[in-house]
């Protein structure tokens, strides 16, 4: 009886002793399969590994190259300053930037935020009606044309220099890219979609909460990545034009001085502040419309695999 007993113990062992192979073939994969998915994951994982540390040594190559050739041409700095002498600048200057940098990100933010609200409501009002969308476009493409630099005056004579022509400034200069890519994500849903979901008696509301919406996110978070790069340009007009605080109205204080490196220092610490708010906007969308990169990613892992 004890024989007996031991034999169900023992039988369960080889099966926790599986090797690739049998894992293979039990699901119903060939082990020359198996070894070109997992070459092909590998594959994936340098990619990725390249993509997260390519933007790092593009930069610092373009930083090195920089500094090697104002060195090896002996240009002056007042014409072009080294990267060396910029980072001197801007640890000279560090507190002037900090400070002026925070005003100029924080009006940036406030009129961004505005232009995606009012974005955002005119984008689905114009997509979803076209005697909107026919109405309200040439104007909105007439506005867009309008050089900002040459409102930034008006803006002074009625609210005063200060924060608010700034805010304006990025409003305006971010407003059209959100309306138009909104509109455009909900006027192109199928017409095929729309006349099933009205035979299912379904308002034009709800197509445009239930469909239009999902449908322009992927626009909607590609119109933010462009506003938000475009919002740092127009708070930056408006400072050298018409405010006393900013990285607009420093780097005019430094040009004036021929404090070339400070002028530059304000370049980088502004271009800084827009690649740290597109990777805000970038990850906002990974996890928000991920669902619209999977067949970018599939096709890349099938061509990697081909």
Not at 203 to 217: H, N, Q, T
């Amino acid at each position: 009886m004890a024989s007996d007993a031991a034999i169900p113990a023992a039988a369960p062992a080889p099966a926790t002793a599986a090797t690739p192979r049998s894992a293979a073939l039990e699901s119903g994969m060939s082990p020359e399969a198996l070894r070109r998915l997992n070459a092909l994951a590998q594959a994936q994982r340098r990619r990725r590994r390249l993509q997260a540390w390519l933007p790092w040594l593009v930069i610092i190559g373009m930083f090195v190259v920089w500094e090697i050739g104002v060195r090896a041409f002996n240009v002056q700095q007042f014409v072009l300053p080294a990267p060396s002498a910029i980072a001197e600048s801007m640890v000279k200057w560090w507190v002037p930037l900090l400070d002026n940098s925070w005003q100029t990100l924080m009006t940036t933010l406030i009129g961004f935020f505005l232009a995606v609200i009012f974005g955002l409501l005119l984008g689905i009002a114009i997509g979803s009606s076209s005697l909107l969308y026919h109405g309200l476009y040439p104007l909105l493409i007439g506005f867009n044309s309008i050089p900002k630099v040459a409102v930034v005056p008006i803006l002074v004579i009625w609210f005063g220099i200060g924060t608010v022509p700034a805010v304006i400034t990025a409003f305006m200069i971010s407003f059209f890219p959100i309306v138009v890519n909104v509109a455009t994500g909900i006027a192109t849903v199928e017409p095929e979609v729309r006349d099933v979901l009205r035979a299912l008696g379904a308002r034009p509301s709800d197509i445009i909460r239930k469909v239009g919406l999902p449908r322009a996110m992927p626009y909607f978070f590609a119109s933010l990545k462009i506003a938000i790069t475009v919002a740092f340009v127009g708070s930056i007009i408006a400072e050298t034009v018409a405010a006393n605080k900013g990285i607009g109205h420093l780097m005019i204080l430094a040009s004036s001085r021929f404090d070339v490196p400070l002028v530059f220092a304000g370049l980088i610490v502004t271009a800084v502040m827009g690649v740290a708010m597109y990777v805000a906007a970038v990850a906002i969308e990974n996890r928000t419309t991920g669902w619209a990169m999977r067949g970018q990613s599939d096709q890349q892992m099938h061509m990697g695999g081909v």
